[in-house]
């Protein structure tokens, strides 16, 4: 029985979003969430879709969808060649 201040959660663990769950749920949540290949392709998927239906696929469309992207290929291609430009920052050119 719950006591006064707390209400019990009406809705399972598993099928609570990530904002949704609690601090002390977290591990619980986390082992219950679909790993295999097949489960990973369909989280990548669904999130292609919410992204998609969220800034490309509006009625008024802007630059905005296609800036975010674009912003993430840079920020990784960035990341991804650190080591080097790192090096080339500390040469010294006379």
């Given at each position: 029985?719950?006591?006064?201040?707390?209400?019990?959660?009406p809705?399972?663990?598993?099928e609570k979003?990530?904002?949704?769950?609690k601090?002390?749920?977290?591990?619980?949540?986390?082992?219950?969430?679909?790993?295999?290949?097949?489960?990973?392709a369909?989280?990548?998927?669904?999130?292609y879709?919410?992204?998609?239906?969220?800034y490309?696929?509006?009625?008024?469309?802007?630059?905005?969808g296609i800036?975010?992207?674009?912003?993430?290929?840079v920020?990784?291609n960035?990341?991804?060649?650190?080591?080097?430009?790192?090096?080339?920052?500390l040469?010294k050119?006379?």
């Amino acid at each position: 029985m719950a006591s006064v201040g707390e209400c019990p959660s009406p809705v399972p663990v598993k099928e609570k979003k990530l904002m949704d769950v609690k601090l002390g749920e977290l591990p619980s949540w986390i082992l219950m969430r679909d790993f295999t290949p097949k489960g990973i392709a369909g989280a990548f998927q669904r999130g292609y879709y919410r992204y998609y239906n969220k800034y490309v696929n509006v009625k008024k469309g802007g630059v905005a969808g296609i800036s975010m992207v674009l912003a993430a290929y840079v920020l990784f291609n960035y990341c991804r060649c650190y080591k080097e430009l790192k090096h080339e920052r500390l040469r010294k050119y006379h």
